[in-house]
């Protein structure tokens, strides 16, 4: 069975047109399984809102209210949500004292190894963060090259 983790960077594109998106895409209809954490929900609504406020990115209000919807619903049907533990933050702590990562990537790749430790090595992690790419790659995972913005 495949199963996908499909951090923020990655399940960003699946709503923005940026480099990247068909990959997450092809990734995401051949995985069996996809997997987020429960953050990364706020977090793809919170990069599609910006995506409306920027001009390099020009989406309006009303179709960032529209993706708002379709990720919710998204989020529902489609992604497995990962709940964020007292286990998964302690694990998070550690990986950022070995990793060059921020404090939510360190949850998304904490979340994964959870996951990985529950049910087997077959997890591919999704990421387009070059720090996050490296961290999992170097916590054993395999990590498909996803061009980032």
Same mark, same amino acid.
């Given at each position: ?31 069996? =399984? ?15 809102? =910006? ?81 996050? =790419? ?16």
């Amino acid at each position: 069975m495949t199963i996908g983790y499909f951090d923020t960077s990655a399940s960003a594109k699946l709503y923005l047109d940026e480099p990247g998106r068909v990959e997450v895409r092809a990734h995401l209809a051949a995985c069996e =399984r996809a997997v987020a954490s429960e953050i990364a929900f706020t977090e793809v609504v919170s990069a599609v809102y =910006r995506a409306s406020r920027r001009n390099s990115n020009p989406i309006t209000t009303d179709e960032a209210q529209r993706l708002d919807s379709r990720i919710q619903a998204d989020f529902r049907e489609r992604f497995d949500l990962e709940r964020v533990t007292s286990e998964v933050i302690d694990k998070a702590a550690s990986l950022v004292a070995r990793h060059p990562i921020r404090a939510f990537d360190a949850i998304h790749l904490a979340t994964a190894i959870a996951v990985r430790d529950l049910i087997g090595p077959d997890v591919l992690f999704l990421t387009s963060d070059a720090r996050l =790419r490296l961290a999992a790659l170097a916590e054993g995972f395999t990590v498909p090259d996803i061009p980032s913005a």
